[in-house]
């Protein structure tokens, strides 16, 4: 019996809804009976990027708006004894705004 080991990559800029999708794979995936161990989820640091910008174009160049934008990940590792779980993880419907890759590794 071949072992398949999966990883999942979780993606987003809000953290609420990055934590409810891994909740829902998390519930989906102890109901599979093939599934022999789930690593996860485990959080990587957060990527954060700053912007500053000039408030006009022409005068008071010391006036500034500063902005940021967060990305939080996630991941999942799976062993499964049937391929049929990569099927049972591309039906599944996330929440907009949260990216997701599927990998096979060894």
Known sequence: MQKEKIRIILQSFNHSILIESCKII???LSNEKSILNIAGPVSFP????????LRSPHVNKDSREQFEIRRYKKIIDI???SREIVNVLLRL??????????????
């Open 26 to 28: 998390l519930d989906l």
């Open 46 to 53: 957060t990527k954060k990027r700053s912007y500053c910008v």
């Open 79 to 81: 062993q499964s004894n």
């Open 93 to 106: 419907d996330l929440a907009p705004g949260v990216s997701t890759e599927l990998f096979n590794y060894k």
